[in-house]
């Protein structure tokens, strides 16, 4: 038996982190969106056979147990005692190491194909909570669609669709360690910001709201060590991005556009001084 998932990329239209839980483990308030960039996984099984591999496009990722997605399949084969083994092939479009939830969203799309493959009749909901064993992003990740996610990335409230627009995903030859950026925050001192604008623009389908009220308080600590985000940034807001900002921990930025002539101005400013740009839609 087969199934082929697609795991479309993240945006943090929002991020917030207001203090760290006593495991270590960060107090998130986001604003999450997928869009139509996506990797695609392959999954075949077989009954009997327990192993579990991994295969990627890509020399950049393991292929071993510190694959989120090897992971996944390993937690249900484990949690569920199931007698079978999973063969995982990814074809990978999402920038590796990019703050887009690319390995992420791999693992979710194993959670959803293997609870049908292997019959296992899990809720959306329980697959959430399971995925927050694998990675913060993964529990949005089984959704993929525009939420206000809290608590450790566990909570999970959808939102209404997105009203229409274009964004330019724009990643800069450099490669950021999310637990090094993790390290380097210092709640007390950084810049908090307020997530109301954003889910009132998001309900009253008001795009200029939505753009006035995007924010991601890492920005500044991830920008500071690496100054060419910020400097992408300012690029994009300088050729005609209605906003823009850095997604996750980084390094990617990404303008938002309401129209696609203006979206396609920007990709073509971006082009020669950054090497991976992409014009996607948000899904829903």
Known sequence: ???????PAKLNLFLDTPYNHSDGLQEWRMVMTSVDLADYVKIETKPGKRAINVHTDT?????????????????????????AGAKIRIKKN????????????????VLR?????????????????????????????????T???????????LLRQLPAMYIVIAKPRLSVSTPKILRQIDHKNLDHL????????????????I???VGNVL????????????????????YGAEAAQMSGTGPTVFGICHKESRAQHLVNSLKGFCPEVYLVRPLN
């Open 1 to 7: 038996m087969e199934t082929t998932e697609k795991a």
């Open 94 to 109: 999402i920038p590796v190491a990019a703050g887009m939830g690319g390995g992420s969203s791999d693992a979710a799309a």
């Open 113 to 145: 194909g293997l609870n049908n493959l292997w019959n296992l009749k899990i809720s959306q909901e329980k697959l959430a909570k399971l995925g927050l064993q694998i990675d913060s992003d993964v529990p949005y990740c089984v959704y993929s669609q």
């Open 211 to 213: 753009c006035a009220n």
């Open 194 to 209: 307020k997530i109301d604008g954003i889910l009132e623009g998001i309900r009253q389908n008001d795009f200029a709201k």
């Open 219 to 238: 920005e500044p600590v991830t920008g500071q060590l690496h100054p060419q985000i910020i400097q992408l940034k300012d690029r994009m807001l300088r």
């Open 147 to 157: 939420a206000y996610v809290y608590g450790k990335g566990e909570k999970i409230q």
């Open 59 to 83: 020399g950049f990722l393991p292929n071993d147990s510190r694959n989120l997605a090897y992971q996944a399949a390993k937690l249900l084969q484990q949690e569920f005692h199931v007698q």
